[in-house]
């Protein structure tokens, strides 16, 4: 082991910032913690000459993140760019083919090139860390990786995007419409001023495969993953979900599907209130993790934020510094099983459907003679009152199913949109368990 | 690294068993995930005949478990003995001078001697591990010591005896006095038939002072633990608990108090419903971390049982095989400040008093004239009806105080407990806060 570990950063927004400074400002701290000192010697941002709250003495700026790596003393770089492909992903495969430990917060770099990554860095004898890519603060990526690693995994589920967490459940708890609340989580700065990357479940949707690949071995693909996100939940449905004694969230969840194959679902789903998901309020994360011989383990924390990421970022630091390299998936690269293309969920579950359907009689005759035709067996049938909405001729039919195969409610859905009294793609959630 | 691993456990009750059926039955799994095979060689056990659910082929019995370490080829014993002294001591003591890694689940030990045994293996190269001596499945000890590693503590909290944990849960939900509910759980055989370990709180003392070391630097020492156990908690005061909007549950707590010195409590808590931690029923465990820069992160699961602590046995067993050794507290057992004495928890508290009074006027005069003279302001008393009981002569009075120091608050109720007219010891708890 060298003397000390010199650390470039690249990317110094408020988590490069922070961890910058609990690095600068707690150098003894870290001294003991990782059995040797830790030097911050270069970092790279946009700015120059901005305030961020430590000492630039004795840390080289570099306009160009990719001359951190050209510096001959960096041991470690930490990636805190962002992105899938460009900078980011040049400054890490740089990195590794310099010699350099790399660790990084983007989920879209992981899961995008996670494979190919991890197996350079496997090859250099480097570590390639990324705790800090899914939820935030949670150390789930090594409770995953080396806690339950004695464990067959069954399932996985989270919440693993704040933003939609935060909107659902102010949602739920103030009754409010779901634009109402988006254009106030985008004041808070919960959500970006292009939210779809977090509503429409594309954030949750990386995470999730890197969280599968380590579970279940398989090689990470972001295409595996069926996504819908948000967009679609009214107040309406959260009402009529509060009124089934469930909740809405979005989860990630992965299991093993009847067919031995890997299904990875990232949706919007009816949650019992007294399930330990269900109260899971505001920008947290929590991920619940199912196994033998284990049962089941659950962590909740903050899934963002600077200090969250940033206690995330210095843990792999840490375990760098000390010696406790391990491969990114758990396993090496080279053993994980290809990508298996994307697996149906064929799981039976309940079902909620929201129709929004022409106020005319006969409605409902054609809407239930379609799900007959497909075996669908339904639990309950609510027309709220006509005059709700105040717009004559426009009214939601909220059903719940017993227990279904998605792929036959999805194909009795597909012949209910096409019918001419239906006015818009139905809404279809399922209904969650334990 | 030698090619493989070869282990030895001692003591096949339910845990042992279930790490021994592991082992041998997912032999594939584990010389995957530990990158070399995991070979078990030799068991110990009272019962050599007892069929335990997996195969002895090839696997030595051994009569006496210090003959493990006798064998020259074991390199790594799992102690599964229980008990700080006798034979669970001398096997872990002689395991470690006769060069063996050790994975224990043994709080007892690790609480009273974990000191000695850390320095004696981090002198030989050989680690240490006890994820499974607290919160058995979930990986606390690892959190704490690696994925917490660049925070500042503040604040350790945790529901870390399943048995109490049960107990309390069902006298809430279940309106049912503690001995009732305490039989039913040696029944069900979540208590022992001596209950006390558990229930006057001296196991999750055990597990608060291994994190208490490892979270804040000190080395172990139980009695800097204080220790109320849940024996007097009645359902009257469950009841009195609901009523206040909060609910009863045993924690064990360690922070650091104003005087700079690190005070770790455990006792019965009044936490307010929505409290994640009041959220937790039955036999599951939780802890809490809160620290800077993460804020807080909590994480959930079976405290107990044999899947769940055997999972915790098996992490370590990888871990090790993998080369990730760590000293056990975190730093160098050397590095350990030395334990510090019973600190005063000297945070201002809100709290609950349980007075048994004879119901004779001017009781109430007496009691409110001792709280004033020691400056405590009263929130709230209330006498319940006198015929509750059914025994005239006998009765509650339930109390709430305003912010009050306990020391200030023990110096009135011992003047209190000293009147005529008070039948038993005064129940004083905390009013729990976020």
């Given at each position: 082991?060298s003397?000390?570990l010199?650390i470039?950063?690249?990317g110094?927004?408020?988590?490069?910032?922070?961890v910058a400074?609990?690095?600068?400002?707690?150098?003894e701290h870290?001294t003991?913690?990782?059995g040797?000192p830790?030097n911050l010697?270069?970092?790279s941002?946009?700015d120059?000459n901005?305030?961020r709250?430590f000492?630039?003495?004795?840390i080289?700026?570099?306009?160009?993140p990719?001359?951190l790596v050209a510096?001959?003393?960096?041991?470690?770089?930490i990636?805190?760019?962002?992105?899938?492909?460009?900078v980011?992903?040049d400054?890490?495969?740089s990195?590794?083919?310099?010699?350099?430990h790399v660790?990084t917060a983007?989920k879209?770099?992981l899961a995008?090139?996670?494979?190919?990554?991890?197996?350079?860095?496997e090859?250099?004898?480097?570590?390639l860390?990324?705790e800090?890519?899914v939820?935030?603060g949670?150390?789930v990526?090594?409770m995953?990786?080396e806690?339950?690693?004695?464990n067959?995994l069954?399932?996985?589920?989270?919440?693993?995007?704040?933003t939609?967490?935060?909107?659902?459940?102010?949602?739920q708890?103030?009754?409010?419409e779901?634009?109402?609340?988006?254009?106030e989580?985008q004041a808070?700065?919960?959500a970006?001023?292009?939210p779809?990357f977090?509503?429409d479940?594309?954030?949750a949707?990386?995470?999730?495969?890197i969280?599968?690949?380590?579970?279940?071995g398989?090689?990470?693909?972001?295409?595996?993953v069926?996504i819908?996100g948000i967009?679609?939940?009214?107040?309406?449905?959260?009402?009529?979900a509060l009124h089934l004694?469930?909740?809405i969230r979005?989860l990630?969840?992965?299991?093993?599907?009847?067919?031995?194959?890997?299904?990875?679902?990232v949706?919007?789903v009816?949650?019992?209130?007294?399930n330990?998901l269900?109260?899971?309020?505001?920008?947290?994360n929590a991920v619940?993790f199912?196994?033998?011989p284990?049962?089941a383990?659950?962590?909740?924390?903050?899934?963002a934020?600077?200090g969250?990421?940033a206690?995330?970022?210095?843990?792999d630091?840490i375990?760098i510094a000390?010696?406790?390299?391990s491969?990114?998936?758990?396993?090496?690269?080279?053993?994980?099983k290809?990508?298996?293309?994307?697996?149906q969920?064929?799981?039976?579950?309940?079902?909620?459907?929201?129709?929004q359907?022409?106020d005319r009689?006969?409605?409902?005759?054609?809407v239930?003679?379609?799900?007959r035709?497909?075996d669908?067996s339904?639990?309950?049938?609510?027309?709220?009152?006509r005059?709700?909405?105040?717009?004559h001729?426009?009214v939601?039919?909220?059903?719940t199913?017993h227990?279904?195969?998605?792929s036959?409610?999805f194909?009795a859905?597909?012949?209910?949109a096409?019918?001419?009294?239906?006015l818009a793609?139905p809404v279809?959630l399922s209904i969650?368990?334990?």
């Open positions: 082991m003397k000390s010199n470039a950063i690249a110094l927004g408020t988590v490069g910032a922070e400074r609990q690095l600068t400002l707690n150098k870290f003991r913690k990782a040797q830790i010697v270069a970092v941002a946009r120059a901005k305030e709250g000492s630039m003495d004795g080289e700026f570099c306009q160009n990719l001359d510096r001959q003393d960096v041991d470690m770089v990636e805190l760019i962002g992105g899938s492909e460009g980011a992903y400054l890490v495969s990195a590794l083919n310099q010699g350099c660790v983007n879209a770099l995008h090139h996670g494979l190919a990554l991890a197996a350079s860095a090859d250099s004898g480097l570590a860390a990324g800090a890519s939820a935030g949670i150390p990526i090594k995953l990786k806690s339950l690693a004695g067959h069954t399932r996985i589920t989270g919440i693993l995007n704040g939609c967490n935060y909107i659902l459940s102010v949602m708890h103030e009754n409010r779901f634009e109402d609340v988006l254009a989580a808070l700065g919960y970006e001023a292009d779809s977090d509503i479940g594309v954030d949707a990386h995470k999730l495969a969280l599968s690949s380590i579970g279940f398989y090689a990470p693909a972001i295409d595996e069926s819908t967009r679609q939940i009214t107040l309406t449905d959260m009402k009529n004694g469930c909740t979005l990630g969840e992965v299991e093993r599907n009847s067919d031995g194959q890997v299904a990875a679902m949706r919007p009816l949650l019992p209130l007294d330990s269900a109260k899971i309020d505001g920008p947290l619940a199912t196994g033998e284990i049962g383990v659950t962590a909740i924390g903050p899934g934020g600077a969250a990421t206690s995330a970022v210095l843990a630091v375990d000390q010696g406790r390299i491969p990114f998936f758990g396993e090496p690269a080279s053993m994980l290809p990508a298996q293309g994307q697996a969920n064929n799981r039976a579950e309940r079902h909620f459907i929201r129709l359907v022409y009689p006969g409605v409902l005759a054609d239930t003679a379609i799900l035709q497909h669908i339904v639990e309950s049938i609510n027309q709220p009152s005059s709700e909405d105040g717009i001729g426009d939601p039919i909220i059903m199913t227990e279904t195969v998605a036959e409610l194909a859905m597909a012949e209910i096409d019918l001419s009294t239906v793609e279809v969650g368990h334990d």
